[in-house]
């Protein structure tokens, strides 16, 4: 029974959303990211398999290669399912998935020996279904498994460095998904890993996840609790730096680099994660979380890979030991912000030096370069997920370290080594000259031309993005009722227009009638007239005119 | 503000709650849902101004607005909870059946066998019954007939007004008499009569032939939308406590306001 137009692979249970999409919706929805080798190895051999929530088709096509049976995708929207359906019929018809569509607490089917819901599980019930609550959702998607069943899970975390740097809070969200309270008023939502480990169970495996829950671009594994965060520093930050990149351009005015740092520096990636996905049951042991791994990496370029220990030490995926030091651009941060031109001059230098000893400087950027205690220079062998200029010359490769440096500390208001009267073109050329020769001015140019540091950076207000918001809403609203209230008007003075040439009408035949020389038939013509004239002509001109006036009142009002 | 404020005597049930004069309700500052409805609370092409308050019975008919970029929604219940708390008398005994069709309205038409629905109410009703047709059918010869001669006792709660004009402002009351003198309430559509009655201690049954819009409703019809939605509600007995669990929160029966705050909420503070 259907009043939609659905594909065949689509089945309605109650409680859809006949126009809503949450593919399509300011909220994205979960995508292929750092999250997928975890989810596919979970999956492998899985026969019956569940994915609940707002996925993308990718993902989800993704999922349905992995696994030797069949593929139930639940949403909410038919919009989606729609979107889902056509998506399958025409990838080759594969027959082994199918569409379910409604509100979670109403899916009965169950059965299944693996679900999955990677968008945590505030859209899995509709408008028509209840507030979305932790507690209840979890044992929503529970009861759907087999007693040895495999639940995957990411859990947002309200705690997040998403949270912590996005202008508009959940408080302050009037977006359209926006329609159930906030999810950190939910009481049974887990705040930490304490209380993960206490709804899922000691032995589930939580990955933190940066930095959005929905597109997870490194999922650090239990492994970098093992590693030393002073001795490999350079290598956790290369690892954050996607993520950080990342974050920075969903959130243009928050300083992420620093706040990265600090949760680097305090050991606590796993409490400021974006996300936390958990593989938690009886069967979570078929595809555990591999002891050995420190990280893995979602790229730009192909399959996502993973840093490894080896013999209690961090290796990298060619095989070889990760040098131990520090970032080189968190060096050049740290010597600007101290500030302390000396160390800065000495970085600079001492790049520049190295580069100038190498025969290609491509794998040399400064993100994949990590500076140890002696000084020394070593490439962080990552592959192709660092900077994303390629150079050339050893004096391109170090104007693009300035100029990442100059953008950073110009973009968040760093105090700084140089005059604060520098343009940060300017700022360029005078660090770069630090290296104690001459830099070329076309790569100068070429180089501050190409980061964007040749037009002024976009101006910022102090007004939280939230209250200006909030401030257009207000002025919409009144717009709106002035606009209603001038139709108003129009139409009262139409009326008021009909209702004088009624009343002129009836001076006239009070007129005709005082010239009626009988006084006694002049009366009784006087209520005739009365009784024949329009109703309550002058009343209604009376009421008009008030009516008039207190409109004209209330646009000056709104108008003023 | 908006005629439909008056629709039904709505705006003066809300009147007569606040103490204001109920014969001459003040302007209301915004617009009232006039009826339950699968969507943001009103009507399919009745987009409330922006601006204004758009006053809902339930939260989901906020979170449908909200979802269509909507706001400025107060959740205030529906006038029928708030006539309720005034006309509190209960009746004495309860006996048969009153049945609303399943009606047309002002500005379009439906289609349907009435002469299927007669058979089917007389199959399923034991009692006496009563056939309340919107005012449009009653005023159909043929309509009001059919329901006659089939022995049923006929009647009409009155018309709703168009623009401030011709509002039977006891309506409410009617349907409330009404209501309460009878043990069941019956519609081949889960309607607000439903509810109205459930709200009032009648049993409930919605079956027989569902009749449909004849002009085209934006491209969706939610009947079955709405047998997706609610399939307990549909049958010839409805359970009692789900229907009660459900009425409650689309009439908004526990979202009453005082007099107080209500006069608040409707820009009556003022007045």
């Given amino acids: ?560 | 503000m908006d005629s439909s404020n008056h629709w039904y005597g709505h705006a003066h049930i809300l009147a007569a709650y606040c103490g204001k004069d109920a014969a001459r309700p003040p302007r209301i500052n915004g617009v009232v849902q006039h009826g339950w409805n699968i969507l943001h609370g009103f009507g399919p092409g009745h987009e409330p101004p922006a601006g204004f308050i758009k006053y809902v019975w339930s939260d989901v008919a906020r979170r449908r607005g909200h979802l269509i970029g909507w706001r400025d929604y107060a959740v205030i219940g529906s006038p029928w909870a708030y006539l309720l708390a005034q006309e509190t008398e209960q009746p004495k005994e309860r006996s048969g059946t009153i049945f609303y069709p399943f009606h047309t309205w002002e500005q379009g038409s439906i289609e349907g066998d009435h002469g299927e629905l007669i058979a089917r109410i007389k199959e399923i009703e034991p009692g006496p019954v009563t056939v309340c047709l919107y005012w449009i059918e009653y005023d159909m010869p043929e309509v009001r007939s059919a329901y006659e001669d089939a022995g049923f006792r006929v009647i009409c709660h009155g018309q709703r007004g168009t623009y401030w004009k011709g509002t039977d402002t006891r309506f409410l009351y009617k349907q409330l008499a009404e209501l309460r003198r009878h043990k069941r309430v019956a519609s081949n559509r889960l309607t607000t009569a439903i509810f109205y009655g459930a709200s009032v201690g009648c049993e409930a049954g919605v079956y027989g032939p569902q009749m449909d819009f004849v002009e085209d409703r934006g491209g969706f019809d939610g009947k079955h939308y709405v047998q997706r939605l609610h399939p307990g509600l549909h049958g010839e007995s409805i359970d009692p406590d789900l229907l009660a669990e459900v009425t409650r929160s689309e009439l908004g029966l526990d979202q009453l306001l005082s007099p107080q705050e209500l006069s608040y909420e409707l820009g009556w503070s003022m007045a």
């Fill in chain 1, 1 to 560: 029974m259907s009043d939609h137009d659905l594909p065949g692979r689509v089945r309605l249970i109650g409680g859809e959303m006949p126009t809503w999409s949450d593919l399509e919706s300011a909220w994205e929805p979960a995508r292929s990211g750092a999250q997928l080798p975890i989810l596919l190895a979970a999956l492998a051999g899985r026969s019956r398999v569940l994915i609940a929530g707002p996925h993308e088709p990718d993902l989800i096509a993704a999922v349905a290669g992995a696994i030797d049976g069949e593929l139930t995708c639940l949403v909410r929207s038919i919009p989606d399912a729609r979107l889902l359906g056509e998506t399958f019929d025409a990838d080759a018809g594969d027959g082994r998935v199918r569409i379910v569509c409604g509100s979670l607490e109403r899916f009965d089917d169950t059965g299944y020996d693996a679900v999955v819901a990677l968008d945590d599980i505030v859209r899995l019930y509709s408008t028509e279904g209840p507030e979305p609550v932790f507690g209840t959702a979890l044992a929503d998607l529970r009861r759907l498994l087999t007693p040895d069943g495999l639940l995957v899970v990411m859990v947002n975390n309200e705690l997040g460095v998403h949270r912590l740097t996005a202008e508009v809070q959940p408080e302050a969200d009037e977006s359209e998904p926006a329609w159930t309270r906030p999810a950190d008023s939910d009481n049974s939502r887990p705040r930490g890993l304490a209380d993960l480990a206490e709804q899922f169970g000691p032995g589930a495996a939580i990955w933190p996840v940066y930095p959005l829950p929905s597109a997870p671009v490194v999922a650090w594994g239990a492994a970098v609790g093992s590693v030393d965060r002073t001795e490999h520093a350079g290598l956790l930050a290369a690892l954050s730096e996607p993520a950080t990149r990342s974050l920075e351009r969903a959130r243009p005015t928050a300083d992420v680099a620093s706040l990265m740092l600090r949760v680097r520096w305090s050991g606590r990636l796993p409490e400021f994660a974006a996300g936390w996905l958990v593989v938690a049951g009886p069967g979570a042991d078929r595809s555990p979380a591999p002891d050995d791994v420190v990280a893995w990496l979602a790229t730009d370029q192909g399959e996502p890979f993973a840093v490894r220990l080896a013999d209690g030490s961090p290796v990298l995926p060619d095989g070889s030991a990760v040098p131990a030091g520090w970032l080189l651009p968190d060096v050049l941060a740290q010597a600007v912000v101290a500030p302390d031109q000396a160390a800065l001059r000495s970085a600079i230098r001492g790049y520049a030096d190295w580069l100038a000893t190498l025969s290609d400087v491509a794998p040399a950027p400064a993100g994949r370069v990590v500076l140890d205690a002696a000084g020394e220079h070593r490439v962080l062998a990552l592959g192709g997920v660092g900077s994303t200029s390629v150079a050339k010359t050893a004096d391109e490769q170090l104007l693009i370290a300035v100029a990442d440096l100059v953008r950073r500390v110009e973009r968040h208001g760093y105090r700084r080594t140089w005059p604060s009267h520098l343009t940060p073109a300017e700022a360029v050329a005078w660090v770069a000259a630090m290296r104690g020769t001459p830099v070329p001015d076309d790569v100068l140019r070429q180089v501050v031309a190409e980061t964007g540091l040749d037009r002024p950076l976009d101006p910022r207000s102090g007004e939280p993005i939230a209250v200006e918001a909030a401030a257009e809403r207000f002025e919409e609203s009144n717009a709106s009722r002035a606009r209603w209230f001038e139709t108003r008007l129009k139409a009262a003075e139409t009326q008021l227009t009909t209702a004088w040439v009624e009343v002129e009408k009836a001076r006239r035949a009070y007129r005709e009638l005082a010239r009626v020389d009988n006084a006694r038939l002049r009366n009784r013509l006087k209520t005739a007239a009365k009784e024949a004239a329009p109703p309550g002509a002058k009343r209604i001109g009376r009421a008009v005119r008030t009516r008039l006036g207190r409109v004209k009142r209330l646009t000056r009002r709104l108008r003023g």
